[in-house]
């Protein structure tokens, strides 16, 4: 072999593993690049399904099925704020009434879409199956607290497919809520705490053998022994007498809650109203108490409700929507005769219908609109009419109305602020418009023919150097805008630009041109 012929044999060695070690070095970097990136495709996916929580889409509901039996429905919303789909497999809910762990409920699978997910979960109640303890409670206060806490097990796959580790999260299905147990309810509680009177009478006759025992043991026993049981007796009588006397106030004091008296208790309707009309979908977010000297009895998602067996008193009602107060008074029922009584509430609520139009005075068809607060029921735009439902008629809203333009490529907003009335049957004008733009020689002449663009407009100008553009933005929230402009002439093309506002809708532009 020659040397040049080895010199070429060496030299295609060397680039041989010269790509080898290239090729080499392409794949371990392929495999540390996918192992990096499915440890931060776990991490990540680890952090969204912890992130998932869950708030409530509606106010739960405590309906009362027969005597002393109830069902309880909560309606959670299970947040997932990631772009990712989880499943649940078994979620286990306990329940807690009063603080006292009395059930669970179970659901052996949910599947968590990315955003909102609406379940319903429902317990049904009877007080005569709780603990004598929890029993004890609620016929002291005629109230139920009732806590829903859940515990969630979700599988993470890889990819959507490969099973590589189970997440358990706790999630606070209900935070405690309170409910008020029915007057008839309470006065059933009341009887069947004196029935407990018996294991006393029994006891007391145990204690009637133990004198006459003591009695006939008198002879035989010692002054200390004797001393020592019949202070034993007393303590045991004492207790007993304390005993009744505390079931005796509980009784006064449920007999007159439950409105036992007769002739003193009235069967109350009320019906919540807004600007004439029942509320419909937006009782859901209502919440009623009514108040008097004892404990308040509190209502959920309700736009009509009956109480029976009131006392005939003054009640304080108050009436929140939202979290905001909407209605307040009292109710004077200590002057009514008859057994029944109706009473409607207009709420501080109401409907705001107004219209979207540019400086001109033509409708805006297209634009987006956000609401601050959002205490409302809802709202739409046909053809730049707005509706919206719900408003407190107390409360200061912002409006932010913003109408994007394709064809010039900007945005015109504006903000508006105050109360419902203040909107309701006005205009709300952006600062869109026409504007003006005249093009001119370096002697001061105008330009005919020229073409002026705006982002996706031509326009041509006249005889007296003007070019007219119809609903361009001015202002974006009190700013001008600024739009870059081409001017062409006899094939030459100029560049130049403008800013426009609601005071500013003409400009002349000189063309350096000879």
Known sequence: ???????????????????????????YTIYACLIIGIIVYFFLLYNAAQSIHVVMYRSPNFERMGLMAYRVTVYPNIMNPTNTAFEIKNLYVKVFINDYYVSELYKPYIK??????LETFAFSLNIRDLPEIVRELVAQDGIIRIKFSGIATIPLKAFGI???????????????????????DISML???????????????????????????????????????????????????????????????????????????????????????????????DVVITIQDSGDPITVYGKDTI???????????????????????RSIDLSSITSEEAYIEIPLSMTDVVFEIRDLVGRLIVYSEISITPEIFGGFSNIGGTVIIRGMVANQVYEISVMSQSLLYGKSAGEIYSGYPKEFHGKQLVLPIGDATIRVLD???????????????????????????????????YGRGITYDVQIIYQGITFLGSITLDREHVFEELILDYP
Do not use: C
């Open 1 to 27: 072999m020659s040397d040049d012929a080895l010199w070429y044999e060496i030299e295609g060695i060397k680039k041989w593993i010269r790509r080898r070690r290239v090729l080499s070095t392409v794949k």
């Open 190 to 284: 009341s009887r069947l705490e004196a029935a407990d009177l018996t294991q006393y009478l029994l006891e007391l006759g145990s204690i009637e053998s133990d004198i006459e025992s003591l009695k006939s043991k008198i002879s035989v026993l010692d002054i200390d022994l004797l001393r020592k049981d019949i202070n034993t007796l007393k303590d045991r009588l004492e207790s007993i007498l304390t005993s009744l006397k505390k079931i005796e106030e509980r009784i006064d004091v449920l007999e007159r809650r439950s409105g036992l008296v007769s002739g003193q208790t009235i069967n109350l309707e009320m019906k919540l109203t807004y600007d004439g009309r029942e509320l419909g979908d937006l009782a859901r």
């Open 306 to 328: 009956r109480i029976e067996k009131l006392q005939k008193q003054v009640y304080r009602v108050t009436v929140t929507w939202r979290g905001v107060e909407v209605a307040s």
């Open 442 to 476: 370096r002697y001061g002449s105008p330009v005919a023919g020229a073409i002026v663009k705006i982002g996706g407009v031509e326009m041509v100008t006249d005889y007296d150097g003007k070019a007219a553009f119809n609903q361009i933005p001015l202002e974006y």
């Open 162 to 184: 490969i099973p590589w580790h189970e997440l358990t999260i706790p999630l606070d299905i209900l935070p405690e809520q309170k409910f008020q147990v029915s007057s008839e």
């Open 112 to 117: 968590v879409n990315p955003g909102q997910n």
